[in-house]
């Protein structure tokens, strides 16, 4: 599977937790912006109406691996090594859009950088720094 876009829908359609969380993601050209539509199942806490942080950390985690899945064909999924986020502002109750930064892509480890963001990407709602180990041919 050479073409971005199909790398891309195949890592998202055989990926559950993105598939529950409903995660979408548009390319213009070699860049990623990965979509977590709002939905009420998303709110962790109801009295503020905030987006529950497991499900933050998770689209930026997915985030992550669909960019390492269009970095090139990889027979299987990256697997965390080690993840840390870091929650900036509460997410609101609203769509929210996450870009992947490959920091190095090594032959057998990935660092990735994660922002995610609502209304302006200047100002992340939480960020994620984290190492993938990449999978054998």
Same mark, same amino acid.
């Given at each position: 599977?050479? &073409?971005?876009?199909?790398?891309? =829908?195949?890592?998202?359609?055989?990926? +559950? !937790? *993105?598939?529950?969380?409903?995660?979408? *993601?548009?390319?213009?050209?070699?860049?990623?912006?990965?979509? /977590?539509?709002?939905? &009420? %199942?998303?709110?962790? =806490?109801? %009295?503020?109406?905030?987006?529950?942080?497991?499900?933050?950390?998770?689209?930026?985690?997915?985030?992550?691996?669909?960019?390492? #899945?269009?970095s090139?064909?990889?027979?299987?999924? +990256?697997?965390?090594?080690?993840?840390?986020?870091? !929650?900036? %502002?509460?997410g609101r109750?609203?769509?929210? !859009?996450?870009? #992947?930064?490959?920091?190095?892509?090594?032959?057998?480890i990935? =660092?990735?950088?994660?922002?995610?963001?609502? &209304?302006?990407?200047?100002?992340?709602? #939480?960020a994620?720094?984290?190492?993938? /180990?990449?999978?054998?041919?």
């Amino acid at each position: 599977m050479s &073409d971005p876009a199909e790398r891309l =829908n195949a890592f998202l359609a055989r990926t +559950p !937790y *993105a598939r529950f969380l409903g995660l979408r *993601a548009e390319l213009a050209g070699d860049e990623m912006t990965a979509i /977590l539509p709002f939905d &009420d %199942k998303l709110i962790g =806490n109801v %009295k503020w109406q905030a987006l529950h942080g497991g499900v933050l950390g998770a689209f930026m985690e997915m985030t992550a691996l669909a960019q390492l #899945a269009l970095s090139g064909d990889l027979p299987h999924l +990256p697997k965390p090594i080690d993840v840390t986020i870091e !929650y900036l %502002k509460t997410g609101r109750p609203q769509t929210t !859009y996450a870009r #992947a930064d490959l920091r190095k892509v090594g032959r057998r480890i990935a =660092n990735v950088h994660v922002e995610a963001w609502q &209304d302006r990407r200047g100002e992340p709602v #939480a960020a994620l720094r984290g190492h993938f /180990l990449l999978p054998r041919e």
